[in-house]
């Protein structure tokens, strides 16, 4: 009988180094969790100053903060070749593509905008051995 467990999600399923596509990624993860906690710091900056109540700016801080979190956590766990890291990158992939549609940006933008998730999808898909030992 399988192990259905819960843990089985949090145990590395590779040994050593993970391949090449798979630290493209990770790197890409890792610059995204970046640039998200230069917007946090960078939207205190923007717009008029409120004194009553929560800012907008602390909204948008809160929130880019939030984004570098899960990202660098990610990072991590798709590092370590885990599943909980191929399921969390995929949620966030779908996320971001489900976002870019729903904002109202110009078709080129658009197409641009959906390429990151729909390659990182892709990758994911092809490299899902590698997450779960199979």
Not at 28 to 48: D, I, K, R
Not at 52 to 78: C, E, K, M, R, Y
Not at 94 to 101: D, N
Not at 113 to 131: A, G
């Amino acid at each position: 009988m399988p192990n259905t467990s819960p843990s089985i999600l949090f145990e590395k399923k590779g040994e050593g180094r993970p391949p090449v596509d798979v630290l493209g990624l990770v790197a890409g993860l890792a610059v995204f969790s970046a640039l998200s906690f230069l917007f946090a710091a960078l939207s205190q900056l923007s717009g008029p100053v409120v004194e009553t109540g929560v800012s907008p700016q602390t909204v948008a801080a809160f929130q880019w903060s939030v984004v570098g979190i899960v990202l660098g956590i990610l990072t991590g766990f798709v590092y370590q070749q885990r599943p909980i890291g191929w399921y969390g990158t995929l949620v966030a992939a779908i996320a971001s593509a489900i976002q870019a549609v729903r904002i109202d940006i110009p078709f080129g933008v658009l197409i641009i905008y959906l390429s990151v998730p729909t390659v990182v999808i892709t990758l994911l898909l092809v490299r899902r051995d590698t997450f779960f030992g199979r």
